[in-house]
């Protein structure tokens, strides 16, 4: 599966942490249990490499990837978990020469103009706008969709459901990435139900702007 084909399989990537690992399973079966499909689980606790394993094994629907990739350390112990697709905040020429070398879909973060030509000019016209608010929001996704127009964003940062339609109505933007479908008291209080509806919610904003 390549990274379009991932992007396309819903209009929003939930970005979740993984505290404690037995919410993993429950969490993604949550999630994909309300039409979310594409997970995206941060390298930003000690438990998440066990988590996109277990997700993996146990979620078969899920198409479970890893966020917060920065070295090549951290794509090399992806791979390792089962990882379909990877994410990262930017790149660096060793961690890029090691993507292509892989060869995992992969959506590397750009910030700038400058940011866009270097992955495109390494093969890539799928990237994340991150921070996409902080970067410049609907108005610099308009602005590079003017001069990039064979790359499609998915801007992470900042979005939330109410925000997320104004992205998704945007011709360059494939889809958007949020942590609103992972709140952190629903997930430690297990209240797995309220997630899913958070879940189907955020179909619907697909479905309403396209």
């Known amino acids: 599966m390549k990274i379009d084909d ?8 939930p970005v ?3 505290k404690q690992l037995e919410h993993a399973v429950p969490l993604a079966r949550a999630l994909v249990g309300g039409g979310i499909r594409v997970l995206e689980v941060t390298l930003r606790t000690p438990a998440a490499l066990a988590a996109i394993r277990a997700i993996g094994e146990q979620v078969p629907d899920a198409v479970v990837g890893v966020g917060t990739i920065t070295r090549v350390q951290d794509l090399k112990d992806s791979l390792a978990a089962g990882a379909k697709f990877g994410v990262s905040p930017g790149v660096t020429p060793a961690l890029l020469e090691a993507i292509r070398d892989s060869g995992m879909p992969f959506l590397p973060g750009a910030m700038t103009p400058s940011d866009v030509m270097l992955r495109r000019d ?6 994340k706008l991150f921070p996409a608010q902080q970067a410049g929001g609907i108005g610099m996704l308009k602005a590079l969709g003017s001069v990039f127009a064979d790359v499609r964003f998915c801007p992470t940062g900042g979005i939330d459901a109410a925000t997320a339609p104004q992205f998704l109505a945007l011709p360059n933007v494939a889809c958007v990435g949020g942590s609103w479908l992972a709140p ?3 997930v430690e209080q297990g209240r797995w139900s309220e997630i899913t509806a958070l879940a189907k919610a955020a179909v619907q904003l697909g479905v309403k702007t396209r």
């Open 16 to 18: 979740i942490v993984i």
């Open 122 to 127: 390494a093969g890539f016209t799928a990237m």
């Open 6 to 13: 991932i992007l396309a399989l819903g209009p929003v990537i």
């Open 184 to 186: 952190p008291d629903l």
